[in-house]
């Protein structure tokens, strides 16, 4: 009787032992993991505004950074990032979430304009699902540097804000390089980042304007 009560409570601690182990281990990945996001987020909205931060700027002090350079504050219930110059007072731009649908999956990205929201001061995906070296080339540099300095206006009948062309055949300053061998991909960004700028361009900026 006394062996099987030792081993009912042997069994007991062991496995209440394992899982606070268990539990302990799950709240620091959980924590770690939340903190690795906002780093990421702080890094692309710091790099979209063109705030310069080097590639090894350590979390604590890109945390610094974007504490004094970066203000977030919502416009009807949209987030937005404010980016300030060194002065922490003059304005430098506006950075917003962009997303929408990909060839195979959600794609997600931060968009940046210049304080008058005559032009984009940056753009970056950093979530999506789509192939490898295909796809998956819109986080590339040599894509997303194509928008900057990209002239702003709301859209109007067919005139979109850019197109993606491809590669290339771009003529005008609104006609950007595509990926190549990505034309489901290309024509899913195209479509839906001109809709996000027009929708912060035609019902956001007013708001944001005033203030």
């Known amino acids: 009787m006394k062996k099987r009560l030792f081993s009912v409570v042997y069994m007991f601690v062991l496995t ?22 906002r780093v990421k987020l702080e890094r692309i909205i710091l790099k979209v505004l063109d705030i310069p931060v080097k590639e090894k700027t350590s979390d604590e002090a890109l945390g610094r950074i974007y504490a004094r350079r970066v203000k977030g504050v919502e416009v009807r219930d949209k987030p937005l990032y404010v980016g300030y110059a060194e002065d922490g007072r003059t304005i430098v731009g506006y950075a917003f979430p962009i997303g929408g649908s990909g060839f195979w999956g959600p794609i997600y990205g931060m968009v940046a304009v210049d304080p008058e929201a005559a032009t984009i001061l940056g753009i970056a995906f950093y979530r999506h699902s789509e192939t490898p070296g295909l796809g998956a080339r819109i986080t590339e540099d040599w894509f997303t540097r194509q928008f900057q300095g990209l002239p702003l206006h709301p859209i109007e009948g067919d005139k979109k804000i850019f197109y993606l062309k491809p590669e290339g ?32 361009l035609r019902d956001l900026w007013g708001s944001v304007k005033k203030g």
Do not use: M, P, Y
């Open 16 to 37: 209440l032992v394992f899982t606070s182990i268990v539990s302990a281990v799950k709240v620091f990945n959980e924590e770690k993991i939340r903190t690795n996001q």
């Open 169 to 200: 055949t771009g003529k005008a300053r609104d006609e950007l390089d595509a990926v190549t061998g990505a034309t489901g991909t290309s024509r899913a960004v195209e479509a839906f980042v001109n809709r996000e700028l027009d929708h912060f």
